[in-house]
T-cell receptor, first 112, second 115 residues
């Protein structure tokens, strides 16, 4: 069975703090893809990153970084020096064989 | 290039009514998807399509039907609407998952209430 768990329902931080959003996934397949999406209050879904199961290199994009560890089935997302505009719900998702499985999301509140 | 468009944006249905949610993409994507997002929850896949004429069930297909007669359009049909189908519905499309820069492009969503 495929499953994505985002145990943190809601996180509140003060601007400029670093924050890590956790994502743990379950799959028996060896080939799969992992994604992070952002859903701001306006409701649209914004793609952030995609990783395939054979690429465990960590990635940094500006203030965003991702840590993929197959050994612990985790794909965590860190925002460095958070900003108020980062306030949103963040979803982690797993895809294999064309089917996407989303976690329940983590709501991030960044306060000024 | 409009991306993925969905109509209507909002709709209120009475129990037992039927309706079709429209989804169109102009990016010539092969893959299209329908999701529902219940309040405070993640997205659940209803149906998906890997090309014109080919559709398959996702996690929560009951109460819905889809068709894919063209590459551009992927309508979702609700028959006999029930309160449990109150949700926000998102349509998405992508080339496929093998492309290096691939991602899913989402439409703006349709907020459906069944009373």
């Amino acid at each position: 069975a495929q499953k994505v768990t985002q145990a943190q329902t809601e996180i509140s931080v003060v601007e400029k703090e670093d924050v890590t959003l956790d994502c743990v996934y379950e799959t028996r397949d060896t080939t799969y893809y992992l994604f992070w999406y952002k859903q701001p209050p306006s409701g649209e879904l914004v793609f952030l990153i995609r990783r395939n199961s054979f690429d465990e290199q960590n990635e940094i994009s500006g203030r965003y970084s991702w840590n993929f560890q197959k050994s612990t089935s985790s794909f965590n997302f860190t925002i460095t020096a958070s900003q108020v505009v980062d306030s949103a719900v963040y979803f982690c998702a797993l895809n294999n064989f064309n089917k996407f499985y989303f976690g329940s999301g983590t709501k991030l509140n960044v306060k000024p | 290039n409009a991306g993925v468009t969905q109509t209507p944006k909002f709709r209120i249905l009475k129990i037992g009514q039927s309706m079709t949610l429209q989804c169109t993409q102009d990016m010539n994507h092969n893959y299209m998807y329908w999701y529902r997002q219940d309040p405070g929850m993640g997205l659940k896949l209803i149906y998906y399509s890997v090309g014109a004429g080919i559709t398959d069930k996702g996690e929560v297909p009951n109460g819905y039907n889809v068709s894919r007669s063209t590459t551009e359009d992927f309508p979702l049909r609700l028959e006999l609407a029930a309160p449990s189908q109150t949700s926000v519905y998102f349509c998405a499309s992508s080339w496929d998952l093998g492309a290096p820069a691939d991602e899913q492009f989402f439409g703006p969503g349709t907020r459906l209430t069944v009373l």
